[in-house]
């Protein structure tokens, strides 16, 4: 589902913005500290198996 284009004002949408560009930046700074060259494609294997196993 989605949300209908100008159902969410200005205001509300400025401040989702200024609340996720933060926590985006701080979970990116946490996520590669854990991930390593080897993890991240195991993760897109991994990944693309389920979205294969969920359509089938």
Do not use: C, E
Request: hydrophobic share 45%.
């Amino acid at each position: 589902m989605h949300i209908p284009d100008g159902y969410l004002s200005p205001v509300f949408s400025l401040g989702s913005g200024a609340v996720t560009i933060p926590t985006w930046a701080v979970v990116t700074h946490k996520v590669r500290d854990v991930l390593n060259r080897r993890t991240v494609p195991l993760m897109a294997i991994f990944s693309g198996s389920l979205l294969y196993h969920h359509d089938v």
